[in-house]
Nanobody, 120 residues
């Protein structure tokens, strides 16, 4: 079982920046593929950025060049740096951890979410 705790959300003006953090419990954090998702009111949850255990990254087109995902395995933490924020980035941001192990299969874990609000 993995527990994920997000922090760093808040209210920011358009063009501003925030750093989201997601702290994970457990001793095999480096094996997890991690991701940040977001869900705006009335919309489906969508992938924002992902980072594998090997630190390969991928981004949604809407955030490429503005957001950066990174991880610190020594601290069991994944980060999302949000720059040049736009009002359309307003959403609840969720941290996700995925691992697939022999005999156990795939396990998916979610944090409770952190609100990001961008004012125009």
């Amino acid at each position: 079982q993995v527990q994920l705790v997000e922090s760093g959300g808040g209210l920011v003006q358009a063009g501003g920046s925030l750093r989201l953090s997601c702290a994970a419990s457990g001793s095999i954090f480096s094996m997890y593929d991690m991701g940040w998702y977001r869900q705006a009111p009335g919309k489906q949850r969508e992938l924002v950025a992902g980072i594998t255990g090997g630190s390969s990254t991928n981004y949604a087109d809407a955030v490429k060049g503005r957001f950066t995902i990174s991880r610190d395995n020594a601290k069991n933490t994944v980060y999302l740096d949000l720059n040049s924020l736009k009002p359309e980035d307003t959403a609840v941001y969720y941290c996700n951890a995925v691992i697939t192990l022999p005999l156990i299969g795939r396990r998916d874990y979610w944090g409770q979410g952190t609100q990001v609000t961008v004012s125009s």
